[in-house]
């Protein structure tokens, strides 16, 4: 199948199916690696496969038809269902109600200011060795 067959043959209504037919064994294959093994147990693969087709379905009837071939953007949309499945059996451990927020700049201002002082650049090694000569042989020495 070309570019402009796959372009064309979104507007058939049978089409998704046949290219999901064709694709259905690597998506099996595809969500399989990808899905967590703790998940294994509790979800089945043919369940996340046939998700794919519906999301795949739900997207072409909102006439949102991929910009890229049609095998390659089922495996993407499996993809993003497992994201999905994951995020729901493992919820988000990045909940934003349990960050806080920046915090203001009148308060970060002076701590920081009082924290991170500019540092003297250092001496010259010949300096510092010279520095050294002259202290250890005394006030009076040559």
Known sequence: MTMADDAFAW???DALARIFDAE???LAR????RLDRRLAARVDVVDLVQETFLE???R?????????PPGLWLRWLARE???MCHR?????KRALAREMGPLP???????????????AQPEPAAARRGSRRASASGPGAP
């Open 60 to 68: 072409l009837q909102r006439h949102e038809p991929p910009t890229m």
């Open 81 to 83: 269902q497992v994201w």
């Open 11 to 13: 507007s058939d209504p």
């Open 105 to 119: 700049f009148a308060f970060v201002g002076p701590v920081h200011s009082r924290h991170h002082r500019p540092r």
């Open 88 to 92: 729901k059996h493992f919820g988000d």
């Open 24 to 26: 259905r064994e690597a």
């Open 30 to 33: 595809g969500i399989a690696l």
């Open 56 to 58: 795949a379905t739900r």
